[in-house]
């Protein structure tokens, strides 16, 4: 029998949040690590072509799914979301087959890595132009203030490096003009692709920027996911309730390169990645949920073994599936009809 390995004592404030949530949001955390580096893995293997990063979000993502209301909100994320993604209930298995791009994923395997989209799930899909799915976001938001739809709201999100783009500007200005039902989720991992903070924004402090488009905005520590689940819900509840927009800063830290197209090693040094690994929100997350006998550590461990399980079945049965047909390249363009799913 494993025991507890010694941890100081943690000021602990759930929010609400069950026992069981809180696992669920552990779970989250750790089927994001995993499949983020099976990801790179058919990379390095040549199976699949590209994949994204996200390690050192999870717990922002986490928390902020746990947040999200299933069957009424609405989310509108960038390629860095996995963990979102995952929490909202989008399945390992799909994610897997969005990587190999096969026939039976959501776009048919038409669309790049990590877009996905759930009608099913109020997931939108997404465009990698940075910032170009803001004003979509807003389009929705504006879409459920237009036809008068309470209890509603918009979850969208973004990193450091889109809130120097135009779109970013222009959607928060009208969302704010218009009181739209919206939450934008700034994931704030230092990094614009190879730009640091100090080489792309004379304010570091994104939330700061909210107070001059006349909205509030808050900053949370994006490596707690239970802090970024009490940001983020208590700003969606202020857009479902018809208060307006709100602007939250997730403060977070970006640990593998941008992509696997990537060598972070050009313009940062292992020392300074390092560095941050302390605050590793995974096993930092996985040791207070020990520590406040949430879980023991055999629980920990098999919760692991779990998630490495489906993981491996979610990859080979992905794998075996079909390409798209090369006759189907024109299907999806359009769709009949003109009624919006929102």
Known sequence: MMTA?????????????????????????????????????????????????SEGHEGVQAGAAMAFARGKDILVPY??????????????????????????????????PHHYASRRLGLQ?????????????VGAAYALQYRGERGRAVLTTFGDGATSEGEWHESINFAAVHELPIVFLCENNEWAISTPLDKQMGQP?????????????????????????????????????GDGPSLVEAKCYRFLAHTTDDDDR???SRDEVERRRKDDPVPCFERLLIAQSVLTVDDAEALKRAVLEEANDATDRAEAMAYPAARDLYERVYVDGFEAWI
Request: net charge positive.
């Open 5 to 53: 390995p010694k941890v100081s004592p943690i000021a602990f404030e759930r929010h609400g949040l069950s026992d069981e949530q809180l696992v669920a949001m552990l779970r989250t955390m750790l089927m994001q690590r995993t499949l983020e580096n099976r990801g790179f893995q058919l990379n390095r293997q040549g199976k699949i072509p590209f994949a994204s990063a």
């Open 79 to 112: 390629y860095r979301d996995l963990g979102l993604a995952l929490g909202i209930g989008v399945t390992p298995y799909e994610v897997l087959l969005s990587l190999f791009a096969r026939a039976a994923d959501h776009s048919g395997g038409r669309q790049f």
């Open 125 to 137: 899909t997404i465009s990698s132009v940075i910032a170009a799915q803001l004003p979509h976001a």
């Open 205 to 241: 402090d994104v939330h700061r920027r909210a107070e001059g488009y006349g909205l509030p905005g808050s900053v949370v520590d994006g490596m707690d996911p239970i802090a970024c689940y009490a940001a983020v819900g208590e700003a969606l509840a202020r857009a479902r309730g």
């Open 266 to 268: 050009s313009y940062r």
